[in-house]
């Protein structure tokens, strides 16, 4: 059932309108919050979103059903490639957390924590999903 061609189809085509409202919201707060306006912002929250929703689709198919592993992983995935990238930041993580803890811990490695179990967070108390 969620390995069929139309649930795919559907998957992938459902969270573009959302995507799209959702990171020109973001890209507001971006702006009040003293990043520079441009296109490029836009695009980016928005374009982060949809691949955060379009990766959950082939893990729900190899899986079976929907889980909330499934938003944490994708969650975690696009922070970590977002600050790898330089195009985000890790919320919540102090720059000195990385000064100490150096060695053992990267800023990708935070993001994808952060990033993830926020996702996960989002996703059990707002969609409802269990693992």
Do not use: D
């Not at 059932?1 to 969270?15: D, E, G, R």
């Not at 889980?67 to 195009?87: E, F, K, M, P, R």
């Amino acid at each position: 059932m969620l390995a069929s061609p139309a649930y795919q189809k559907q998957c992938l085509t459902a969270p573009v309108q959302p995507s799209i409202v959702w990171g020109c919201g973001f890209s507001v707060i971006n702006v009040l919050q003293g990043a520079p306006f441009s296109p490029a912002l836009v695009a980016l929250n928005c374009g982060l979103l949809y691949a955060y929703h379009a990766l959950q689709c082939p893990m729900e198919a190899l899986h079976g059903r929907r889980s909330l592993l499934h938003n944490v992983a994708a969650g975690g995935l696009i922070g970590a490639w977002g600050v790898q990238q330089g195009l985000l930041g890790v919320p919540f993580a102090s720059p000195v957390f990385f000064l100490r803890c150096l060695a053992t811990r990267t800023p990708t490695m935070a993001a994808f924590f952060v990033y993830g179990a926020g996702a996960g967070v989002l996703s059990s108390i707002l969609g409802g999903k269990g693992w």
